[in-house]
Antibody, heavy 113, light 107 residues
């Protein structure tokens, strides 16, 4: 059974880079034609798609975040990652990783000095 | 970008009621639509994909319909565990987009 688990710092300072990793278990990140992605949800608000990476390495980003986002895959570790640069308080949210319709449990990231 | 209008944003209902939630697209997406249920403090869980296909393990009181630009999620007989927030999502094209959410509350 496929499972995804987010990990990374829960507190990031303004202007710094938010870095999260999603560890995949129960399946290989490189063996199937799936999209692996990140979604976030600010406290009390709705869902916002951040971006996705195809198993081949092609990336797709939310235009509103594109200049600050990088998603990459590490097949040797069966992980994919998110980097969001120049963060502000508006980037405070629960961050979820997902494979198509299967989501991780999410991790809260707060941007504060 | 495909814009989505989900309505209503808040829905008050009682156990046993039949409710519907609507999701309208700014352009056609065939049947590339999913519905999720989210409870407080939890990740969204898939209910329906391909507009009308029930995810394994989801009760049959949930159903989805529509294609093109107009979609509906119906819960036929509300149970206490159904009071939650519901989101639609299109996966026809990038960027993926979500509806604004519908909070289903007890009347």
């Amino acid at each position: 059974q496929l499972q995804l688990q987010e990990s990374g710092p829960g507190l990031v300072k303004p202007s710094e880079t938010l870095s999260l990793t999603c560890t995949v278990s129960g399946g290989s990140i490189s063996s199937s034609s799936y999209y692996w992605g990140w979604i976030r949800q600010p406290p009390g608000k709705g869902l916002e798609w951040i971006g996705s990476i195809y198993y081949s390495g092609s990336t797709y980003y939310n235009p509103s975040l594109k200049s600050r986002v990088t998603i990459s895959v590490d097949t040797s570790k069966n992980q994919f990652s998110l980097k969001l640069s120049s963060v502000t308080a508006a980037d405070t949210a629960v961050y979820y990783c997902a494979r198509d319709f299967i989501w991780g449990q999410g991790t809260m990231v707060t941007v504060s000095s | 970008v495909i814009w989505m209008t989900q309505s209503p944003s808040l829905l008050s209902a009682s156990t046993g009621d039949r409710v519907t939630i609507s999701c309208r697209m700014s352009q056609g997406i065939s049947s590339y639509l999913a519905w999720y249920q989210q409870k407080p403090g939890k990740a969204p869980e898939l209910l329906i994909y391909a507009a009308s296909t029930l995810q394994s393990g989801v009760p049959s009181r949930f159903s989805g319909s529509g294609s093109g630009t107009d979609f509906t999620l119906t819960i036929s007989c509300l149970q206490s565990e159904d009071f939650a927030t519901y989101y639609c999502q299109q996966y026809y094209s990038f960027p993926r987009t979500f509806g604004q959410g519908t909070k289903l509350e007890i009347k």
